[in-house]
């Protein structure tokens, strides 16, 4: 149980478009869903935190205007990197809470995102 | 600022050695402490966990990992590692009643057959 799936786990698009990445709970529902960003050879980066229904709460200096996350059901959530540009490159990572299991988070595969 | 750190980045050791990777956390309050793991390939997964109770607390594939409160360490061990224990492993923690971590760098082990 506890399965939290992304997609794409992969893309590749050009500088200025922007990419949608989905997060979903399988068999759970995840009232908290966390952005985390990976950069190569460190820890994972907290970008925000989603809870269903309500906005995000944004970590220091990451731009909500650029990351913007919707999380508008239990099972699912969404970020959507507007205007990428290269150095938005790098591997997100989502993961979710659910009420039943506190404070332990199951994490998606995570989404690798290159920027051309 | 509150912050993991986890002693060492790489981790070589042979078959049947012992390890233990080491990770301290700079937090006075109540914690809750983790261990992830992440397999080529795969994704993050939980090891083991500690919320309160027994100090030393037993994962899975034979990991445990024992609180020092005076310490502040949370050190994860296994007795003879293997082959397939190849992974990254990182250390988390979650401060007070936050649901969010705070993670540490990672430890890179990779065990020679």
Known sequence: GAVVSQHPSWVICKSGTSVKIECRSLDFQATTMFWYRQFPKQSLMLMATSNEGSKATYEQGVEKDKFLINHASLTLSTLTVTSAHPEDSSFYICSALTSGRSYEQYFGPGTRLTVT | AQSVSQHNHHVILSEAASLELGCNYSYGGTVNLFWYVQYPGQHLQLLLKYFSGDPLVKGIKGFEAEFIKSKFSFNLRKPSVQWSDTAEYFCAVGL??????????????????
Do not use: E, M, R, V
């Open chain 2, 96 to 113: 007070d009643s936050n649901y969010q971590l705070i993670w540490g760098a990672g430890t890179k082990l990779i065990i020679k057959p």
